[in-house]
């Protein structure tokens, strides 16, 4: 049984939360609060395995709530937000410990739009209720010697993370140097309207620069490039360039069609890294890299936020080696021939 929580200034959204979950069998709506200051005391009165937590609130905030609680309670959230696309409020959550975020439907009153958010909404609860809480284990304060050009053994990475799966993304990215020896390509499936502020906010969290994969980017090392998922790329030249006729193909910018791509420029100096997700969008990408003689190095499901794409993808053999998320930053680094000194 999941007990939860559930806190939102907005009536309606309170009426929403109740009706969503008020009637699942694996679900035991704790309370619902009205603002930060009851959120705070909810959860210090109940032992909860989820709080569902808004971010705009008069007086204290959802960042203000989460650094409240985090120290001394650490519990897993999921922050429920209107505007998550459009600041970086959101991605500061993930930062001060939150698992995850789900934008608010614009529209309750519109029936299809209601039955989409309230299975979207489901969905992310019981995954985030699933996860475990995770820290890395990598010092941050432990310099990185950077390898002599070509003792990388990759010319490339890619990292694959579908829904749920980037939990894992902020640690794994601050373990890379600001002279990262290779072009990192991140494919996060993120909505696209996001993709942006999401980038935004990685650049300003880890020392490797990192920006949006953008029409006739040209590919450097020392670059982690967030790919715009629902659009269709592919690499000329030495340059990521946008396909006119796949820019509206969602097929276009998903996993299976972003890491076979790579696959097909990069072969067998092409490193992958599986961080986790749901569905099986990205097997057969994965499954391109290995006949390419790629490596792919798959998240550990055990310590997975999201394990159903890792544990299919060593299901099928796909793994090259399989990492606790603990290991994960050391063993890209140790992959790379980069060492810590």
């Not at 950077?146 to 890619?158: Q, S």
């Not at 902020?170 to 502020?197: D, I």
């Amino acid at each position: 049984m999941i007990r939860l929580a559930a806190v939102d200034d907005s009536a309606m959204v309170r009426e929403f939360l109740s009706s969503v979950f008020k009637d699942q069998p694996d679900i035991e709506v704790v309370d619902i609060g009205t603002n930060g200051a009851e959120a705070i005391d909810i959860v210090r009165k109940n032992k909860l395995d989820v709080l569902v937590l808004d971010l705009e609130m008069p007086g204290i905030g959802g960042l203000d709530v989460l650094k409240a609680i985090m120290q001394d309670t650490p519990l897993k959230v999921l922050v429920y937000t209107t505007h998550g696309e459009k600041s970086l409020a959101a991605f500061q959550a993930l930062r001060l410990g939150a698992l995850e975020f789900l934008n608010k439907p614009d529209n309750l009153l519109d029936g299809v739009k209601f039955e989409s958010a309230r299975q979207k909404l489901l969905e992310r609860v019981r995954a985030v209720a699933a996860a475990t809480l995770q820290t890395s284990a990598l010092d941050p304060t432990v310099a990185p010697r950077v390898p002599p050009p070509g003792d990388c053994p990759f010319t490339a990475v890619a990292i694959a993370a579908t829904s749920g799966g980037t939990t894992p993304l902020l640690p794994l990215l601050r373990s890379l140097p600001a002279s990262m020896p290779v072009p990192v390509f991140l494919f996060p499936h993120l909505n696209s309207a996001m993709t942006a502020g999401f980038a935004e906010w990685l650049n300003s969290e880890v020392s490797v620069r990192v920006t949006v994969l953008a029409d006739r980017s040209r590919i450097a090392s020392e670059t982690v490039y967030v790919a715009n998922t629902g659009r269709g790329y592919e690499i000329r030249d030495g340059h990521w360039c946008c396909v006119p006729e796949h820019a509206a193909d969602p097929a276009a910018g998903g996993l299976d069609a972003s890491l076979s791509h790579v696959a097909g420029v990069y072969g067998a100096r092409l490193l992958a890294i599986l961080l986790g997700g749901i569905g099986v969008d990205g097997i057969e990408g994965l499954a391109t890299i290995r006949k390419a003689g790629g490596q792919v190095m798959v998240l550990d499901p055990g310590t997975a936020y999201t394990p159903d794409l890792p544990a299919a993808a060593i299901r099928q053999g796909l793994a090259s080696e399989v990492v606790p998320f603990a290991r994960l930053g050391q063993r890209v680094l140790e992959a790379c021939a980069i060492r810590r000194t």
